[in-house]
C-alpha cells in the first residue's frame, strides 16, 4: 500500500516540475520587459536595454527549463 502512495506523490511532483515550464517561459522575458522599459526610461537608451534584459529573461527561462527536466529525470 505505501509503495502506491510513493508513486501518486511522485506522479503529483513530477505534473508540479511540468506545470512550472510555461510559467517560466512567460515570466521571465516579461520580467525582462518591464524592468529594461524602466531602466530604459531612467537612462534615455531606448529600447537597446529591453530589448538586452530580454534576452537575458529568455535565456534564465531555458536554463530554469533544462534545470527542471533534468530534475523531473532523475526522480523517475
Do not use: H
Not at 54 to 60: L, P, Q, R, S
Request: charged share 25%; aromatic share 12%; net charge neutral.
Amino acid at each position: 500500500m505505501l509503495k502506491r502512495k510513493d508513486d501518486k506523490s511522485a506522479g503529483y511532483r513530477q505534473i508540479g516540475f511540468l506545470t512550472l515550464i510555461p510559467i517560466i517561459m512567460v515570466v521571465a522575458p516579461l520580467l525582462g520587459y518591464f524592468l529594461g522599459s524602466f531602466l530604459d526610461e531612467k537612462l534615455g537608451t531606448e529600447p537597446y536595454l529591453m530589448i538586452e534584459i530580454i534576452g537575458f529573461g529568455f535565456g534564465a527561462a531555458g536554463k530554469e527549463v533544462y534545470e527542471l527536466i533534468k530534475r523531473s529525470a532523475k526522480e523517475e
